[in-house]
């Protein structure tokens, strides 16, 4: 499975944007990117993926840079509910593995008012 | 999306004892993937579970140590066999979802500490 590097923790202010960075430079043509994060004491929960283009939800953007060896996640207001381990995962879809996520150590993402 | 329980939430074992965890989910998925979380680490998956199928475990997991069960679409358990202190971690259940995401839907989880 192709790698993924993540700073290990990041500080935010409430209120402000947050750009998380996640670098794969291993990735291949049919991987996409997933983000998933894990606030405390739950399961993780899935919030955005993308292949090529840059992506938008509810939830946040996914920037992916042009050679897709990197991408960040990004916040726009963080607030204290935010606060969580925010996973970058790759997902070959052309592999009978697609269905298995990776987890990585991840970037644990403080906010404080 | 898809709802997902697990029992019970939190144990408290002695090493040398078994427990069996249990996942419902509220609609019938194909697969369904056992997690375990040590202590202030990341993810690793256990194994895959297919209904009507033998579950598929990942290197350094073994049937004998986490025997899994999927007797349905809906419910399958995984047991903590013969434990130790290292065996102390979250263990949490999930889900493919079937749209055209494809994400997985995670359990809450069951802590485990083994004295």
């Known amino acids: 499975d192709a790698k993924t590097t993540q700073p290990n923790s990041m500080e935010s202010n409430e209120e402000e944007p947050v750009h998380l960075p996640c670098n794969h430079s291993?990735?291949?043509?049919?991987?996409?990117i997933h983000w998933y994060r894990q606030l405390p004491s739950q399961g993780p929960e899935y919030v955005i993926h993308?292949?090529?283009s840059n992506v938008n939800n509810r939830m946040a953007s996914l920037a992916i840079a042009e050679d897709r060896k990197s991408s960040t996640l990004i916040l726009h207001r963080a607030t204290l509910r935010d606060a969580a381990v925010y996973y970058c995962?790759?997902?070959?879809?052309?592999?009978?593995?697609?269905?298995?996520?990776?987890f990585g150590t991840g970037t644990r993402l403080q906010v404080t008012l | 999306s898809a709802v997902i329980s697990q029992k019970p939430s939190r144990d408290i074992c002695q090493r040398g004892t078994s427990l069996t965890i249990q996942c419902q989910v509220d609609?019938?998925?194909?697969?369904m993937f056992w997690y375990r979380q040590q202590p202030g680490q990341s993810l690793t998956l256990i194994a895959t579970?297919?209904?009507?199928?033998?579950?598929?475990?990942e290197s350094g997991f073994v049937i004998d140590k986490f025997p899994i069960s999927r007797p349905n679409l809906t419910f399958s358990t995984l047991t903590v066999s013969n434990m130790s202190p290292e065996d102390s971690s979250i263990y949490l259940c999930?889900?493919?979802?079937?749209?055209?995401?494809?994400?997985?839907?995670f359990g809450p989880g069951t802590r485990l500490t083994v004295l």
């Open positions: 999930s889900v493919e979802g079937t749209g055209v995401v494809n994400e997985q839907f």
């Open positions: 291993t990735i291949s043509g049919t991987d996409y």
């Open positions: 993308g292949l090529t």
């Open positions: 995962i790759l997902r070959d879809i052309n592999t009978g593995t697609a269905s298995k996520l990776t």
């Open positions: 609609s019938q998925v194909t697969m």
């Open positions: 579970a297919n209904q009507g199928s033998e579950a598929t475990y």
